[in-house]
């Protein structure tokens, strides 16, 4: 079975500087898709990255990067020069099959980032 | 970008009352939709998946006749929370499957529901 593990349930950092929140998994697919998501208190489920299983390189999306270490099965999430605006809940997420369309996403409990001024 | 708008955001009712949560995919047909259920402070719990003129398929332990899904269009999906009860109280959210796109996944506004 699929399982996403997230071990940080908050985390703090000072604005500007770098942060990484941690996500390891576990599957038995040779291909599948890892995914980080940003819930602020509003409740709404914004996309941040994705990282296909054969994507060769990390992938990165402005601020963020996803430090992928396929043989460690950990997908980091890192996030340079954190604002304020930053701070919310922030969902490790995997889906089985390459592309990221098969089936339901599974998460990980989420880390609660706050940043400070 | 798809968008998937969702209604209500908020929704009190009262307890043996029953609430209907719509999930419309706006610039693309959504074959597929998921439910999830979110308590404060929890992680997203996939209840149900939605699939187009079918029967939706339910998690274990999600209770279907209380819990009525129904996607009669390839851009609506609808929750219906029957005879809700306080326990019943949490946040569900929508996501719809947008084959169009790498990323796969785009997720409706949410729903807290309160239930008195």
């Known amino acids: 079975a699929q399982k996403i593990t997230q071990t940080q349930p908050g985390m703090f950092v000072q604005e500007k500087e770098a942060v990484t929140l941690d996500c390891t998994y576990d599957?038995?697919?040779?291909?599948?898709?890892l995914f980080w998501y940003k819930q602020p208190s509003s409740g709404e489920m914004i996309f941040l990255i994705y990282q296909g299983s054969y994507d060769q390189q990390n992938a990165t999306e402005g601020r963020y990067s996803l430090n992928f270490q396929k043989a460690r099965k950990s997908a980091n999430l890192v996030i340079s020069a954190s604002q304020l605006g930053d701070s919310a809940m922030y969902f490790c997420a995997m889906i089985g099959g390459y592309g990221g369309s098969q089936g339901n996403l599974i998460f990980g409990k989420g880390t609660k980032l706050s940043v400070k001024p | 970008g798809a968008v998937v708008s969702q209604h209500p955001s908020r929704v009190i009712c009262k307890s043996g009352t029953s609430v209907k949560i719509e999930c419309r995919s706006l610039d693309f047909q959504a074959t597929t939709m998921f439910w999830y259920r979110q308590f404060p402070k929890k992680s997203l719990m996939l209840m149900a998946t939605s699939n187009e003129g079918s029967k939706a398929t339910y998690e274990q332990g999600v209770e279907k006749d209380k819990f009525l899904i129904n996607h009669a269009s390839l851009t609506l999906s609808t929750l219906t929370v029957t005879s809700a009860h306080p326990e019943d109280s949490s946040f569900y959210i929508c996501s719809a499957e947008d084959r169009r796109s790498n990323y796969g996944y785009t997720f409706g506004s949410g729903t807290r529901l309160t239930v008195v």
């Open positions: 599957t038995s697919d040779p291909s599948y898709g």
